[in-house]
């Protein structure tokens, strides 16, 4: 049985950090692109970041150089580190693992986690 597990959300002043953490069961963890998406109230779901299993990363423009991802395949768990809030990333952050296709650079997701709240507010 597959499980992603989100941890690490919270309720948070603009300005401030919090780091994600996916910790993910019943699959080769490190054969697998990992990846975070966010979807707020009324907005569709984006790929916010994704790591491949050898650790290329692709930030989303929307939090470039203010997000980073990283994974640790020993504890077959993956990080999201956010930095300098904003009320603009208000949203359920939600990690999935896949396949990243090498022809054409696109991530398809294959597994999801339930999600976990993030709130930014003054």
């Known amino acids: 049985q597959v499980q992603l597990v989100e941890s690490g959300g919270g309720f948070v002043q603009p300005g401030e950090s919090l780091r994600l953490s996916c910790a993910a069961s019943?699959?080769?963890?490190?054969?697998?692109?990992m990846a975070w998406h966010r979807q707020a109230p009324g907005k569709q779901r984006e790929l916010v970041a994704r790591?491949?299993?050898?650790?290329?990363?692709t930030i989303a423009d929307s939090v470039k150089g203010r997000v980073t991802i990283s994974r640790d395949n020993a504890k077959n768990t993956t990080y999201l580190q956010m930095n300098s809030l904003e009320p603009d990333d208000t949203a359920v952050y939600y990690c999935?693992?896949?396949?990243?296709?090498?022809?054409?650079?696109?991530?398809?997701?294959?597994?999801w986690g339930q999600g976990t709240q993030v709130t930014v507010s003054s």
């Open positions: 999935s693992a896949g396949t990243t296709f090498s022809s054409n650079d696109n991530y398809y997701p294959t597994y």
């Open positions: 019943g699959i080769i963890f490190n054969a697998y692109t």
């Open positions: 790591i491949t299993s050898r650790r290329v990363t």
